[in-house]
């Protein structure tokens, strides 16, 4: 839940945030705010430094220069206490397959850290919120990919964070479940205050969910809106796509490698 201090500030900001590998640039000194008791949108092609930016604000990767606080606390200087105020789901599956519903959230729990005497609620009310109660003791590789996402929120949820990072939250989903994971976003800010930062190459998602959100080129911040505000500042008739397309480099980029490539293709395939 928000605090009236969350409330004064910002849930994750950086200043002339950098990350080199060697003589590439991922992140070029990125400045950025989000408020708190948003869901606030990155967006950018592939190899615009979405995951690069991602992984340094959820301290699981060091910045090469700048600063950022997340939740209040500086990324380098206290990773422990950033890491307990977020929650953060992968596109990579984070839950197991060979457990259960209720398995997978008890082992989430220990690792948490949550005193045994809150387990059980908790647990019943994150399965409960994410419409699993039913399955909880279902074996998760008999879910489908809409429940297994689901599933991966109510492990996010368990000790309350105060934000959420979500990277390619819907990719591979279909748009019945697509829309459930949307409302249950929805949810966790209207009932938990929680922030919700996504990655998204989804423009139908970034209109639909984003209060607010950044794209990013070439490792730096292109520009920083609302939706309908970017949309209007290129016409009228102007779409997601024109303002994605304008920002993010004249259109379509290849980008990415093999390896990309795998991983989100086995991503599509394990939520499908």
């Not at 708190?36 to 990767?61: P, Q, R």
């Not at 930062?197 to 920083?224: F, N, P, S, Y």
């Amino acid at each position: 839940m928000n605090t009236s201090a969350e409330s004064d500030g910002f849930a994750a900001e950086a200043s002339g945030l950098t990350r080199r590998f060697g003589d590439l640039t991922a992140v070029n000194h990125i400045d950025l705010r989000v408020p708190y008791g948003e869901i606030f949108g990155l967006l950018g092609a592939n190899g615009a430094g979405k995951s690069t930016l991602i992984k340094m604000l959820t301290t699981l990767l060091p910045p090469t220069s700048g600063h950022a606080e997340v939740g209040g606390f500086d990324i380098v200087k206290s990773p422990a206490e950033v890491r307990g105020r977020i929650g953060y789901v992968p596109q990579l599956l984070s839950a197991d397959g060979a457990l259960t519903g209720h398995e997978n959230l008890l082992l989430s729990a220990k690792l948490y850290g949550l005193p045994r005497a809150q387990r059980s609620a908790r647990i019943g009310e994150a399965l409960a919120f994410m419409g699993l109660a039913d399955s909880a003791k279902k074996l998760v590789k008999t879910y489908s990919g809409g429940m297994v996402r689901r599933l991966e929120l109510a492990q996010a949820m368990l000790h309350r964070p105060a934000i959420l990072f979500l990277d390619e939250p819907t990719i591979g989903l279909d748009p019945m479940a697509r829309h459930s994971v949307w409302d249950r976003l929805r949810d966790l800010r209207r009932d938990y205050g929680m922030t919700v930062l996504i990655t998204t190459h989804d423009m139908e998602e970034a209109e639909a969910l984003c209060d607010e959100l950044a794209i990013l080129h070439a490792g730096r911040v292109a520009v920083v809106g609302k939706p309908a505000e970017l949309q209007a500042g290129l016409g009228a008739a102007a779409t997601m796509d024109d303002v994605f397309a304008h920002y993010a480099g004249g259109g379509i980029r290849e980008g990415g490698n093999f390896s990309d490539a795998v991983q989100t293709r086995r991503t599509a395939q394990r939520l499908g």
